[in-house]
C-alpha cells in the first residue's frame, strides 16, 4: 500500500515536471520564432516617420510619485525627452510626505490652473492641478491628490488625462526616446482592435545615465540584481513574446504599459483594492473584450527594450516586492476565477488562465511539497538515489538550458549587454541562481500565499 | 522553374542545417532505444545495447538529459559564433563600402569625359565581379543613397551609370526571393530609380503578401509606396480596380509618400465612393488635406450612408462647411458621432453665419455634455458671445461653473 503511495507521488511529481518543461520548451519556441518575425519586420523601421503621420493617436503618459524628491526633476527631464506628436504627462503626486510637489513647483515654474476633468473613474480627491509657465514644458501637467496608492493615483491620472491613449509608467523608470513611437504602432497596423501594448523593462541598475538617457548598459554590480537580471530576460524575451503570440498576454508590466483609454474606463479603471493592479487590469480588460465588446481584439507585446527600471538591491525589498507579487496574482485568479477553464473566454480561459493557475502560482508549492516529500522518504529509507540524482540533474540541465537560451536570445536580439565580461556573469549566475535565488524566490512565493490567506 | 531555383539558392542553408538537426535527434534516439513502433510500423535499432536493467523511462529521462547538455553546449557556441560573425561582418562591410566609396566618388568627380568614362567602365568591372550577394548589395544601396541625397551633376551621373548597369536579374530575384528583407531591398530599389516594367509584378505582390501574416505590415506599405512613384498609378485609381484594402499605418504611409506634384492628378471621387472604407477614408482625408471641397457633397452623402464610422468624413465635411445647410446638418449628426469630430464641429460653428442657433446649440451642449465638449463648446462660445459665458459662470450646476473656469484660466 505505501510503496503504491509513494509511486503514485512519484508520477504526478514527474508528469507535472513534464508537463512544465513542455509549456516552456514551447514557450522557447514560439519566443524564437515571434522574436524573429518582430526584428525581420521592424528592422527596416524609420519609427521618426511616424512623426509626419496625419493619423497617430494622442496620448497621456502617466506617472505616480509617492516621495519622490531625490529624483523627480531628474526623471521628468527623462520623459518629455519622448519623441512623440501629440502627447502629455501627467505626473500624480499621490500625498507625498516629502517636498516633491514643491521641488517641481519651484524646478518647472509651476502655476495652479483651473483644470476641469470628468471623475469616471473612482479616485481619492484631486488637491490641486498644476501646468508651467514656461512653453517649453506645455506638455507636462502636475495632478497633487491625496494618497490613495499607485491604482488610486493612476485611476486619478486617467480622470486628468485628455487624449486617446494612456502610457502608465513607474516614474523612476528611464523610457527610450522612440519609446511611444514603437508602443504606438501596432495600434496603427492591426485590422484587428489592439486594446494595449506592453514592451520589454530591463534593468537600470548599474547603467549609466546622462541626461534622462541610458548612454552605456553595464551588468549589475550589486548581488540581487545580478540574478533578477536572469529573471527579465526569461520573463520578457520568452514568456511574454510567446503568450503574444498566442494573443493570450495576461499581464503587462505596471512600470510599462500603453492602454487604450476608452475601453478601460469602460471596463473601470486600476481595481485599488487590488495589490497586482497591473495584472487584474489586463484580465478585466480582456475580460469586458469577451462579456461586453465581443469583437476581435490583441493585446500585444513588443521586445524592444525601451524601458529601464531600478530594481531592489535588497533582501528585504527583493521579499517585499515578491510578496506583493505573488498576492496580486492570486488576488487576481480568485477575483476572475470564472474564467479558468471557460470556453467563452477562448484561448484565455482554456490556456493562459490554467497556464498562470497551474505553472505560476502552483509551482512554488508543488516544489515546496517535493521537498518535504524527499526529506520524508529519505528519513523512511525509501529513496532511490540513482533515479534521485538523475530527477535532480534533469530538472538542473533543463533549468541551465532555458536560462542559456533567454541570453541567446537576448545577444540575437538586441545585445544590450553586448561586453564578453557581461555574459561570462550572466553564465556563472545561472549556477549560482539554481542554488541561492530559486530557492529564495520559492519561498518569498509561499509566504506572499501565507499572507494572502492567512 | 525560375521559383524553384531562387528559393534553392536563399533557403540551402537553412534546409540543410534543419535536415542536419532532426538526423541528430531522431539518429541519438533511435541509438538509445532498442525499439521504436508506429502503429503497425516496428523500427528495431541494431546498434543499440539491450540492458535489461534500467526501466525504460528512465533511458527517456537519461535522453533528455543528454538533449539538454548539447542544447545548452550548443547554444552557448551559437552566443559565440553569433558574436564572431557579427563582428565580423562589420569588418568585411567597412571593407567594401571603402572600396565602393573611392570607386563611385572617383567616377563622380572625373574632370573630362574621357576619364569619367575610364571609371564607369572600372564600376561596371567591379559590378560584375562581385560574388557575393552582401557586397552587391551594399553596393546598389550606396547608388541609391548618393541617388536620393543628391541633385543636378551628380545626380545624372548616377542615373547615367545606373541605365548602363547590368541589374535585371539581380533585382528580379530579390524581388521574388521568399525574404522580406530581399523583397524590400528591390522595391526601395525599383522606387528610387523610376524602373519601369515592375507594376504588374508589384500588384500581384501586394495581392500575394496580404495571404502573408509575416510580410504583408511591410511590404504592402514598401510596394504601395513604390508604385505611387510611377506616373501611370499617381492618381490612385488602381487601388480601387483592384480593391486593395489598406491599414491605417498604410493609409499614413500613402499619404507621405504621396509625390506634391500629383495632387491634382488623384481620382478622389473613384476613391470617396469606394465601397472598401479604408479607399473612402483615404479620398476623404486626401480630399480634405488638399482642401478639395469639390467633393463636399461626395463626402456628405458618405456621412448620410454610414455616420457612425465616419469620423474622418465628418471631420472633412467639417472643414468645408461654408453655408447655414451645412451647419445644420453637422449640428443634426452631432450626436451620433465621435468626440473627436463633435469637438471639431464645436470649434467650427463660430464660422456659422446664424449666430442664434449656434449660440443656443453651444449653450445646450454646455450644459448636458461631458467635460471634453462643455469644453470646447465654452471655448467657441468665448469668440461668440462672452455675455452667455458669464451667465453660465454664475450657473447652479458646480460642473458648469468649473468648465467655465478651466477655459477663462487657460485662454485669458
Given at each position: 500500500m505505501f510503496v503504491e503511495f509513494i509511486c503514485l507521488v512519484n508520477s504526478f511529481f514527474i508528469i507535472y515536471a513534464c508537463a512544465l518543461f513542455a509549456v516552456y520548451i514551447s514557450i522557447t519556441i514560439l519566443s524564437f520564432f515571434e522574436m524573429k518575425k518582430y526584428i525581420n519586420r521592424n528592422r527596416y523601421i524609420d519609427y521618426r516617420v511616424l512623426m509626419s503621420f496625419y493619423k497617430l493617436p494622442s496620448v497621456s503618459i502617466i506617472a505616480p510619485a509617492y516621495n519622490e524628491s531625490k529624483t523627480i526633476v531628474e526623471n521628468i527631464y527623462c520623459l518629455l525627452n519622448t519623441h512623440y506628436q501629440n502627447f502629455e504627462i501627467i505626473i500624480v503626486n499621490d500625498g507625498s510626505k516629502d517636498n516633491t510637489l514643491e521641488i517641481v513647483i519651484d524646478h518647472f515654474k509651476l502655476i495652479k490652473v483651473q483644470q476641469a476633468c470628468d471623475m469616471v473613474l473612482d479616485c481619492k480627491p484631486i488637491k490641486a492641478i498644476y501646468k508651467s509657465k514656461n512653453s517649453a514644458y506645455n506638455h507636462l501637467v502636475?495632478?497633487?491628490?491625496?494618497?490613495?496608492?499607485?491604482?488610486?493615483?493612476?485611476?486619478?491620472?486617467?480622470?486628468?488625462?485628455?487624449?486617446?491613449?494612456?502610457?502608465?509608467?513607474?516614474?523612476?523608470?528611464?523610457i527610450e526616446p522612440d519609446a511611444l513611437l514603437r508602443m504606438v504602432k501596432p495600434f496603427l497596423d492591426n485590422k484587428e482592435v489592439v486594446v494595449a501594448t506592453g514592451g520589454v523593462v530591463r534593468i537600470a541598475n548599474s547603467c549609466e545615465i546622462k541626461n534622462g538617457e541610458i548612454v552605456n548598459v553595464y551588468y549589475p554590480s550589486n548581488f540581487w540584481a545580478k540574478f533578477q537580471i536572469l529573471e527579465y530576460f526569461r520573463a520578457f524575451t520568452m514568456g511574454r513574446m510567446a503568450w503574444s503570440k498566442l494573443n493570450g498576454l495576461l499581464i503587462i508590466s505596471g512600470?510599462?504599459?500603453?492602454?487604450?483609454?476608452?475601453?478601460?474606463?469602460?471596463?473601470?479603471?486600476?481595481?485599488?483594492?487590488?495589490?497586482?493592479?497591473?495584472?487584474?487590469?489586463?484580465?478585466?480588460?480582456?475580460?469586458?473584450?469577451?462579456?461586453?465588446?465581443?469583437?476581435?481584439?490583441?493585446?500585444e507585446f513588443i521586445p524592444d527594450p525601451l524601458c529601464w527600471t531600478e530594481v531592489p538591491e535588497t533582501y528585504k525589498a527583493l521579499s517585499r516586492q515578491r510578496n506583493r507579487w505573488t498576492r496580486g496574482g492570486v488576488d487576481t485568479v480568485l477575483k476572475h476565477k470564472r474564467m479558468f477553464l471557460n470556453p467563452k473566454y477562448g484561448l484565455i480561459g482554456m490556456i493562459s488562465f490554467p497556464y498562470w493557475f497551474l505553472f505560476e502560482w502552483l509551482a512554488p508549492i508543488i516544489q515546496f511539497v517535493g521537498i518535504v516529500y524527499f526529506v520524508l522518504i529519505t528519513i523512511l529509507g525509501k529513496l532511490d538515489v540513482t533515479v534521485f540524482v538523475l530527477l535532480t540533474v534533469f530538472v538542473l540541465s533543463f533549468s541551465v538550458m532555458y536560462s542559456v537560451f533567454s541570453i541567446f536570445l537576448e545577444t540575437y536580439s538586441y545585445d544590450k549587454y553586448h561586453n564578453a565580461k557581461n555574459k561570462m556573469q550572466a553564465f556563472i549566475f545561472i549556477f549560482i541562481e539554481m542554488i541561492i535565488y530559486q530557492p529564495l524566490n520559492m519561498y518569498f512565493s509561499l509566504s506572499g500565499n501565507y499572507d494572502y490567506f492567512f | 522553374m525560375q521559383a524553384i531555383s531562387i528559393y534553392i539558392r536563399f533557403l540551402f542553408q537553412r534546409l540543410f542545417v534543419s535536415i542536419g538537426l532532426i538526423v541528430i535527434v531522431v539518429g541519438g534516439y533511435v541509438c538509445k532505444v532498442n525499439h521504436i513502433s508506429f502503429g503497425l510500423l516496428n523500427f528495431i535499432c541494431y546498434i543499440s545495447h539491450e540492458d535489461e536493467k534500467n526501466e525504460f523511462w528512465l533511458y527517456q529521462v537519461e535522453y533528455l538529459i543528454f538533449v539538454f547538455i548539447v542544447t545548452t553546449i550548443a547554444t552557448i557556441i551559437l552566443i559565440y559564433f553569433y558574436k564572431n560573425h557579427k563582428n565580423k561582418r562589420r569588418?568585411?562591410?567597412k571593407k567594401y563600402i571603402d572600396l565602393f566609396v573611392k570607386s563611385i566618388f572617383s567616377y563622380l568627380y572625373a574632370e573630362t569625359t574621357l576619364e569619367q568614362m575610364k571609371k564607369m567602365k572600372f564600376l561596371y568591372k567591379l559590378w560584375k565581379r562581385l560574388r557575393n550577394e552582401y557586397a552587391k548589395r551594399l553596393y546598389l544601396n550606396l547608388l541609391r543613397q548618393i541617388y536620393l541625397e543628391t541633385e543636378g551633376e551628380i545626380h545624372d551621373r548616377i542615373d547615367q551609370f545606373i541605365n548602363g548597369l547590368e541589374y535585371n536579374s539581380f533585382i528580379r530575384a530579390y524581388f521574388l526571393s521568399p525574404f522580406l528583407r530581399n523583397n524590400l531591398f528591390s522595391l526601395k530599389f525599383i522606387r528610387d530609380f523610376k524602373i519601369q516594367g515592375y507594376e504588374k509584378d508589384i500588384i500581384n505582390l501586394i495581392h500575394r503578401v496580404n495571404l502573408i501574416p509575416a510580410k504583408v505590415k511591410l511590404i504592402k506599405p514598401a510596394a504601395l509606396a513604390t508604385l505611387i512613384q510611377i506616373e501611370k498609378f499617381n492618381d490612385l485609381l488602381f487601388l480601387v480596380e483592384n480593391q486593395i484594402d489598406i491599414s491605417t499605418w498604410e493609409t499614413n504611409f500613402l499619404i507621405i509618400s504621396l509625390p506634391i506634384?500629383?495632387?491634382?492628378?488623384?481620382?478622389?471621387?473613384?476613391?470617396?465612393?469606394?465601397?472598401?472604407?479604408?479607399?473612402?477614408?483615404?479620398?476623404?482625408?486626401?480630399?480634405?488635406?488638399?482642401?478639395?471641397?469639390?467633393?463636399?457633397?461626395?463626402?456628405?452623402?458618405?456621412?448620410?450612408?454610414?455616420?457612425?464610422?465616419?469620423?474622418?468624413?465628418?471631420?472633412?465635411?467639417?472643414?468645408?462647411?461654408?453655408?447655414?445647410?451645412?451647419?445644420?446638418?453637422?449640428?443634426?449628426?452631432?450626436?451620433?458621432?465621435?468626440?473627436?469630430?463633435?469637438?471639431?464641429?464645436?470649434?467650427?460653428?463660430?464660422?456659422?453665419?446664424?449666430?442664434?442657433?449656434?449660440?443656443?446649440?453651444?449653450?445646450?451642449?454646455?450644459?448636458?455634455?461631458?467635460?471634453?465638449?462643455?469644453?470646447?463648446?465654452?471655448?467657441s462660445l468665448l469668440q461668440l458671445d462672452m455675455f452667455i459665458i458669464l451667465k453660465l459662470k454664475k450657473s447652479d450646476n458646480i460642473v458648469v461653473r468649473q468648465a467655465c473656469n478651466h477655459v477663462l484660466d487657460f485662454n485669458m
Open positions: 502636475i495632478v497633487d491628490k491625496e494618497n490613495g496608492g499607485k491604482a488610486d493615483a493612476l485611476n486619478a491620472g486617467i480622470n486628468v488625462s485628455q487624449k486617446e491613449l494612456f502610457l502608465a509608467i513607474d516614474v523612476d523608470c528611464i512600470a510599462f504599459g500603453l492602454f487604450d483609454k476608452k475601453r478601460v474606463i469602460k471596463a473601470g479603471g486600476y481595481d485599488k483594492s487590488s495589490v497586482g493592479e497591473d495584472l487584474e487590469l489586463v484580465v478585466r480588460l480582456r475580460r469586458y473584450m469577451h462579456e461586453i465588446e465581443k469583437i476581435k481584439y490583441k493585446v | 569588418k568585411i562591410r506634384s500629383c495632387k491634382d492628378k488623384i481620382h478622389y471621387k473613384a476613391l470617396i465612393s469606394s465601397n472598401l472604407t479604408s479607399l473612402s477614408t483615404l479620398g476623404i482625408i486626401l480630399a480634405n488635406l488638399n482642401g478639395k471641397n469639390e467633393f463636399k457633397n461626395d463626402i456628405k452623402s458618405k456621412i448620410i450612408y454610414d455616420r457612425y464610422n465616419n469620423e474622418e468624413a465628418i471631420l472633412a465635411f467639417a472643414s468645408f462647411a461654408d453655408d447655414l445647410n451645412d451647419f445644420e446638418f453637422l449640428i443634426s449628426i452631432f450626436k451620433v458621432t465621435t468626440e473627436i469630430a463633435q469637438i471639431r464641429i464645436l470649434k467650427l460653428l463660430i464660422k456659422c453665419s446664424n449666430v442664434v442657433l449656434t449660440t443656443q446649440f453651444l449653450e445646450r451642449v454646455v450644459k448636458n455634455d461631458s467635460y471634453p465638449l462643455k469644453i470646447a463648446a465654452i471655448q
